[in-house]
Nanobody, 124 residues
């Protein structure tokens, strides 16, 4: 069992940056691959990025590739999402998730644990 707490969201202007954090408690954080997902109002939740247990393998949605960077610090039980060049269409509730396999992937159903979400709002 693992509990996830996401933070770092806020209001930012278009072109700005934010860094989201997700801190885990419970079982060893390094046993989980991690993912970030987001859900905009009126839309389905979608994949943003994932990272393997070791941090050596990452995967991004096309819509954020080149602008967002996922990373993790296993010593701090934390995964990060650095978001640069933000656009209004990035506005959403952002969720972190953990899965008990080595590599992350875009399929939400493969993730076992979810955080509560942190709101990101990008103004134009």
């Amino acid at each position: 069992q693992v509990a996830l707490v996401a933070s770092g969201g806020g209001l930012v202007q278009s072109g700005g940056s934010l860094r989201l954090s997700c801190t885990a408690s419970g079982r060893a954080f390094s046993e989980y691959a991690m993912g970030w997902f987001r859900q905009a109002p009126g839309k389905d939740r979608e994949f943003v990025a994932s990272i393997s247990r070791s941090g050596r393998s990452t995967y991004y949605a096309d819509s954020v590739s080149g602008r967002f960077t996922i990373s993790r610090d296993n010593a701090k039980n934390t995964v990060y999402l650095q978001m640069n060049s933000l656009k209004p269409e990035d506005t959403a509730m952002y969720y972190c998730a953990a899965k008990t396999l080595c590599f992350g992937d875009p399929l939400q159903t493969n993730y076992n644990y979810w955080g509560q979400g942190t709101q990101v709002t990008v103004s134009s």
